[in-house]
Structure formats: structure tokens, C-alpha cells
């Protein structure tokens, strides 16, 4: 078993999935795309941040779909796309893209005590803080 394959046997041993929706969409991107090598473990992450709800998990299907038919070997283009789809949110969002694009781009990130930053978003953010602290030990 690979790192990808043992990455969702990881989050779903620590019951990181907060519904089988959850672990449904979850599974399934890693089922589509981690044979790419644009598959890494800040991909990764962002598959657990993505499978959250359908609207994110759309965002991201379609996202990987067009690097796989291009032919991509990296995230730089998603992460360069991330950053855009970030500085056009006006609300909680915002913080969940820049999640996003630290786990790309290998950068640590820290919620910190932001007032602006919604009980349920806060909650999301530190669930895949912590996802991605169990991806990094693979």
C-alpha cells in the first residue's frame, strides 16, 4: 500500500470524516486522481479541506479534471487559481482558500484568534489542520 492509498486509511482510522458525505467525495477524488503526479500530500490535504460539502468538493472535481486532460505535473497552476478564487471572497471563504493554497504551496498556516473567522469555518479549518498533521506523518 502507497502513501496515497494509506493517506484515506489514515484519516478514516482517526474518524476525521464528519459524515459518510464526507468520506464519500473524499474517497472518490483520491480514487480518481492520486495515480497523477500532480498528487501530493499538500493535494491531498486539500482533498480532505474539499470533500467538506459538494459546492467545495464541484470546485475541486472540476479543478483536478482540468490538470489531468492538460497533462499537468504540478498544483502551480491550482494554486495560482486558489489565490484568485481567495481575493474574491468577502467572507469566511477567504480563509478556507488560503487554507487551500498553504497545503499546495507546503506553507504552514495558523488559524490565530481572527474575530472574523465564523464558529463553523474555525471548526472546518481545524479539522483539516489536523487531517493534515496525520497526512504528514505518512
Known sequence: ??????CFAALDA?????NSGHRTRCKE????FSGYPFFTKG???????SSWDEKHFCVLLETLTELSLGKETTTKEMSVKGEALAEE???????????SRAFLDG???RI?????????TRYIIQRALRASEIIDRL
Open 89 to 99: 471572497q468577502t467572507d469566511d471563504e477567504y480563509y478556507v482558500y488560503q487554507l
Open 1 to 6: 500500500m502507497d502513501w496515497k492509498e494509506k
Open 112 to 120: 490565530g484568534a481572527s474575530p472574523e473567522i465564523g464558529a463553523e
Open 107 to 109: 506553507m504552514p498556516y
Open 43 to 49: 493535494l491531498c490535504k486539500c482533498v480532505y479541506l
Open 29 to 32: 477524488l483520491i480514487d480518481c
Open 14 to 18: 482517526e474518524k476525521m470524516f464528519e
